[in-house]
């Protein structure tokens, strides 16, 4: 199957700094590349799509400013947590698609947010 | 809108036995994909089987099958042969796959399967 990376693959920083997430599709050109959340012991929730070269849709009650996502290009997509607070710990999950292939999303490896 | 039940928190299942875990939908769509990932404590998201609404057949691979009744809109994954290494947690998911529909994949809350020696 297609490989995505994400880097890092955990992260600690202090409330108030912003902390970047870079999802890569290291095999395919991902046209579509989504963001997921998880809390501990809980679903993955969405929280944006993002097509390359458009502005992200971001899913209601999640914050665009505060969640910036970028795909500038067909193999990396980038989330920005601005000002993170304790409640922002989470495991961030990205994944990516590509045109005419529906049957699968191509999942990274997920980074550990904490934020102290 | 679309959404996903798993009813199992944690199952216990002993080695080489098989298991199944139950999944329910509910959505509108006509055509939509179910899904099944396994996500060990690494939390790395590993796909296991697809099975697509228009398709007849029951989806297998490998020890992994999936009990598909359209009717009462149930997805049930069946692992045979359990191993030790299948002890993580499994999420069932779908998601519309016509072109122009919702290609997000919406989770159920999951089942932490444990396998015992």
């Known amino acids: 199957g297609a490989v995505v990376s994400q880097h890092p693959s955990w992260v600690i920083c202090k409330s108030g700094t912003s902390v970047k997430i870079e999802c890569r599709s290291l095999d395919f050109q991902a046209t579509t590349m989504f963001w997921y959340r998880q809390f501990p012991k809980q679903s993955l929730m969405l929280m944006a799509t993002?097509?390359?070269?458009?502005?992200?849709?971001?899913e209601q009650g999640v914050e665009k400013d505060k969640f910036l996502i970028n795909h500038a290009s067909l193999t990396l997509s980038t989330l920005t947590v601005t000002s993170a607070h304790p409640e922002d710990s989470s495991f961030y999950i990205c994944s990516g698609t590509y045109s005419g292939y529906y049957n699968e999303q191509f999942f990274g490896p997920g980074t550990r947010l904490t934020v102290l | 809108a679309q959404k996903i039940t798993q009813t199992q928190p944690g199952m216990f299942v002993q080695e080489k036995e098989a298991v199944t875990l139950d999944c329910t939908y509910d959505?509108?769509?006509?055509?939509?994909?179910l899904f099944w990932y396994k996500q060990p404590s690494s939390g790395e998201m590993i796909f296991l089987i697809y099975q697509g609404s228009y398709d007849e057949q029951n989806a297998t691979e490998g020890r992994y099958s999936l009990n598909f009744q359209k009717a009462r809109k149930s997805a049930n994954l069946v692992i045979s042969a359990s191993q030790l290494g299948d002890s993580a947690m499994y999420f069932c998911a779908m998601r519309d796959i016509m072109d122009t529909g919702r290609r997000a994949l919406t989770f159920g809350s999951g089942t932490r399967l444990q396998v015992q020696p």
């Open positions: 993002s097509n390359e070269g458009s502005k992200a849709t971001y």
């Open positions: 959505t509108s769509d006509q055509s939509y994909g």
